[in-house]
Structure formats: C-alpha cells, structure tokens
C-alpha cells in the first residue's frame, strides 16, 4: 500500500532539507522519513510471512497511521526508536529494524555477516559501559579504561528511575520472542544512548546519571556517550583482576560475548567450533559458536573428530556448549546430530548434555530442538532466545532514505513437540550468578561435572520439578519410543511422579493424568489403581473413581486397601 500526500502537504514536507549534524551525516526530511515508513509498511506486508500472527492488521496499521501523522515532531532518532518499536509489534526476532549503533561498542552482532555503514543519518551513540543481566541484577560488565573502577557495581537507577522500570521502558523497543531475549537484549538496549534519551531518561541530551552499589556501597555517576568513531580499548573484570576465564568464555575478549575479530568477521578456525577432553571428569567439551561450515573444516568433519576422540578416551560424558551461538545454517545441524547418535552412550540419560543460553538463538535453537527430539540429551543453562515455533531465515531490505536494514521473517520452522512454548525444556535451569561469573567460575559445567542420578524415578520427578509435565513425559517418550529402551519396565518411575504429585504437590488433576499413564502401560499395577483412585477423588472426579474402585476390587478382592478406599469414597 502506497500513501499518496496531498500536493500542499508534499511542498510542505519538501521544506525541511538536508540539514548537516556532522562530518559524512546528514538530517533527513519529514518527506524522505514518509517515504522511509511506507517502504518498511509495505515490505511488512508483502514480504514478511504472517504478519498478522501475532498483532492483528488493524493494530499494526494504526501504529503506523500514528507515527505517520507525527512525524514531523520527531527528530530522526525518536522516529527511528519508533519505527524499531513497529517491527517489534510483529513479534519475532528475525524481524528487526537494526539500529544505527556501532555494535563494536556493544560488544554484540546478532547478524552473521557485517554490513558496510551507508546511512544517510546521524549514528546512535552508545555509553562506554557494557551490561549484563545477571540473576542477582544488572551489572557493569565490562568498561573504557577511564570507568574500570565501575566494573562489578550494580546498576540501581538511570536517571533517577529504578533499573526495574527502566528495563520495562525498554521492553517495546525490542524485537523478541520469549524473556530469555529479554535478558539478552535489555542490556545492550540501555547502552544505547539515543534509545535512553527517547525514553526521557538523560540530561539536556548530553548524559546519562547512574546510581550504583556493590557490597553495601552506593555511588552516582554521570556518564557521556561515546562517538560513533571512537575506538576506545575495553576492559573486563578478568583482565583487570588476573582472574583466569572459565572454559567457555576462552577466547573471548573484553565483552562477554565479544568472540568475533570486528575485521575478520567469523574466519578464524576457534571461531567456529572446537572441542577438548577433561580428563578430571571424563568429559568431552565441544564448544560450537556458529552453525557453519569452518573455512577450513566442514561441521561434519570436526564433529566426526569429536566423537572419535569420545571414544577415543572412553569419555563418559559429552558436552556440547551453544551458550555463544547465535545460529547459521538449519542444513549443517544434520552433521552434529549424526555424529551424537553414532557416539555409543548416546541413548542413555545423563551421558548426553547441550548447555544453552539467552544466546542460544535461530538455527542454534533449532539444533537443541533437534537433538531433543532424536537423543536422550540433558538440557541445562537457560532458555533459549527464541521460540522452537517460529518465522525465521529473514530477508534484508534497506530503507530507501535512512539506509537502515529492515529484516523480515519469510520461513515457518516448526516444532517437534507442537505446542507453544518459550524454549527447549531446560531440565536443570542453572542463571548465570554473578558471583560464580566475577570469579571465574562456570556453574553450568561444574553441575554437570557432578550430575549422576541414582534411577529413572530420580530423573523423572527431577525434570518434572524443574521444568514441568510436559517436559518430563517427553523424557518419558524417548525411552517408550526407543527401540532399544521401550521393552525396560519403566512403573516405579510412573509411581514416583505420579505420588509425588499427588502427596507432595497436591496437584490432583495432574496426579490423575499421571495415574492414568500408569494404568495405560501397566494395567495391574496395584499401586497405580490405588494411586488413580485417590487421585480422582481429590480431584472430585467421583464417577471415575467408583468405576476404577469396581475394577480394583474384581483384580485385588481380599486386599486390605478395599476397606480403606472404601471410606475414603464414603460406600
């Protein structure tokens, strides 16, 4: 849909011209923005896949009649800041209007290639602090030489607003999926100088007033942006403190995140994936970065080394960390789960592991999904960044104006398990704590390191206590699917769950659905009968109840429980 203006309107809008704030950048007219805004309108429509999914068309157009209308109010970063929100409202992450930020700054790149700068419009500055949302708050990750002292604080306020707020503020300015994104993207957002001034929360648009605190200790400080060609040295709490890196966070530099050469976008070997045994805990380590093939080794043939020196040394564990991987290519993923299903322990739980994270995002995501589906694999760390059920594999456009990229969605991948759901189930959720992180510590691994479960009950009524019903019985259908595990005799772990849900819990709905299960594989269990029982009396189920007691009773005439489930249905 074109927009055509009235020709008082056009000479109207023709009068602002290019006005000059810096050296190579310019200020766009209200025109050129109109034309800007129809171009992302039309490209939502016509090329994006779905749309409508998740906002309904009419939504979505009078948001964009209402920037339309109020455009000539806005400078050209609050109308930028307006038209990423629009894109938001689509709710997908591979559907974005990125930002005009250097992203060196941020120590972050959600792309997978760099694009040459070729706006026509004033870049976005960003603070000379990174943040990190950790599980005990939002911390100064790492900073330019002249704020090292700051690293470790907490950020308490931003312009005198509570970092909670702050945070909400910044919720619509996001294109995301779930609240791992959140985690991920709220921070880099905050660094984003333009993006806070929009939100009213800088002084006279020159800085930015911080309230910080660490071990009892509070402070304020007032902070200037950085230019967007400055190209200022970071520095982290490690390097600063001597501390030694976890493993996952070898070769990274001063940002968190920072694994990528800014020249040499993703080509050196370790970029990529590597791996290495831990021969202290019987552990083969695979770090995978990006879901491509290497410059000098396809996917295919690393992971095939990777599994020959499993067994190689006989390793009891593998451990396969996506917690830096952004994505790539859904083609390559086959390589990894192949390779798994060849290594000769796979089958069995709590042998295969897949640590993911708030970066774990786009084909990265769709490996976890994969290897849940295929292998018995023990999920640990955080959600995901995005959804299992998703538009995906966007396509880049470029604004005709601004010269700002526009992506959008043109894919559905879809989930194994159907349903809706934010991430992977993580079975054992283990935050990113900043005490273990400022001391060098990965608690992540190290759970894994001393994970052995006793039974199957165990490992069953643990993934439901961590992660839920669902979650647990798609454990359970693993084994019942497997043509090598589905003969075992699986109802002490059906019992397991099922009481603890009715004894412990007390979630009677649930233990009937349990109860139910169990009966279904193991028609005479006795424990299961009294068990469904129970469960459907409490759940007030009374007329499945009385049935499953006639039954009980025909099965176990001269059993003791008869005259105790009698009193218990009042017959």
Not at 37 to 49: A, E, G, M, V
Not at 513 to 529: F, H, L, N
Not at 536 to 549: I, K, T, W, Y
Request: one cysteine or more; charged letters at 25%.
């Amino acid at each position: 849909m074109t927009i055509s203006y009235p020709y008082s309107i056009r000479i109207l809008l023709l009068v602002a011209t290019f006005i000059c704030t810096d050296v190579g950048w310019a200020q766009l007219n209200a025109y050129q923005w109109m034309e800007d805004l129809d171009f992302l309108d039309n490209t939502i429509r016509n090329k994006h896949l779905d749309p409508f999914e998740n906002i309904s068309e009419e939504a979505f157009k009078e948001e964009v009649d209402q920037l339309r209308q109020r455009i000539t109010d806005f400078s050209d970063s609050e109308i930028i800041c307006e038209m990423a929100r629009i894109v938001g409202l689509i709710g997908w992450g591979h559907s974005r209007l990125t930002l005009p930020v250097n992203t060196d700054h941020l120590a972050f790149y959600q792309g997978h290639s760099r694009n040459e700068v070729e706006w026509n419009i004033q870049p976005f500055r960003a603070l000379p602090l990174r943040f990190f949302l950790f599980e005990d708050g939002l911390l100064i990750q790492s900073t330019t030489k002249e704020y090292t002292s700051l690293i470790g604080y907490a950020i308490t306020e931003i312009g005198n607003v509570p970092i909670a707020n702050v945070l909400e503020k910044i919720r619509p300015y996001m294109s995301i999926e779930n609240e791992s994104a959140f985690k991920l993207n709220a921070p880099l957002r905050l660094g984003i100088f333009e993006l806070l001034d929009l939100l009213g929360l800088t002084y006279h648009h020159e800085y930015v007033k911080l309230a910080l605190s660490k071990n009892g200790q509070t402070k304020q400080i007032h902070i200037k942006p950085l230019s967007f060609s400055d190209n200022p040295k970071w520095y982290d709490h490690y390097a600063l403190n001597d501390v030694k890196k976890p493993l996952w966070l070898s070769g990274t530099r001063a940002g968190m995140w920072d694994i990528v050469d800014s020249k040499n976008f993703w080509v050196k070997d370790n970029q990529y994936f590597w791996f290495t045994y831990l021969a202290d805990s019987e552990i083969l380590y695979i770090k995978i970065n990006q879901i491509y093939d290497a410059v000098n080794e396809p996917i295919a043939g690393f992971m095939n080394r990777a599994v020959d020196t499993a067994h190689h040394y006989d390793a009891q564990k593998i451990v396969i960390d996506l917690r830096h991987n952004m994505g790539g290519s859904n083609d390559v993923n086959r390589s990894v789960l192949l390779a798994l299903l060849r290594w000769s322990k796979s089958k069995d739980y709590g042998k295969v592991f897949v640590i993911m994270g708030r970066h774990t995002y786009s084909a990265a995501m769709m490996l976890a999904v994969r290897l849940e589906e295929f292998v018995q694999v023990v999920f640990v760390g955080e959600d995901t960044g995005g959804k299992p059920e998703h538009i995906g594999d966007s396509r880049k456009f470029q604004l005709p104006n601004s010269k700002l990229t526009l992506r959008v969605s043109t894919i559905w991948h879809h989930d194994w398990f159907r349903g809706d759901r934010p991430s992977p189930f993580v079975h054992y959720p283990i935050p990113i704590a900043s005490d273990k992180y400022l001391n060098g510590m990965d608690g992540a691994l190290d759970w894994i390191k001393e994970f052995s479960p006793k039974d199957l009950s165990e490992v069953f009524v643990n993934a439901y206590q961590n992660c839920g019903l669902h979650c647990m019985r798609t454990i359970i259908k693993h084994y019942l699917s497997d043509p090598e595990t589905y003969h075992l005799n699986f109802e002490d772990a059906f019992l397991a769950v099922s009481e603890y849900l009715l004894k412990i819990e007390q979630k009677f709905i649930e233990a009937q659905s349990m109860y139910y299960a169990t009966r279904w594989y193991y028609p005479d269990s006795r424990k299961g009968i009294i068990g469904y029982i129970e469960a459907c009396h409490h759940a007030g189920d009374r007329s499945a109840a009385l049935d499953e007691f006639k039954n009980f009773k025909k099965i176990y005439p001269d059993d003791k429980e008869v005259t105790v489930l009698s009193k218990l249905l009042g017959i």
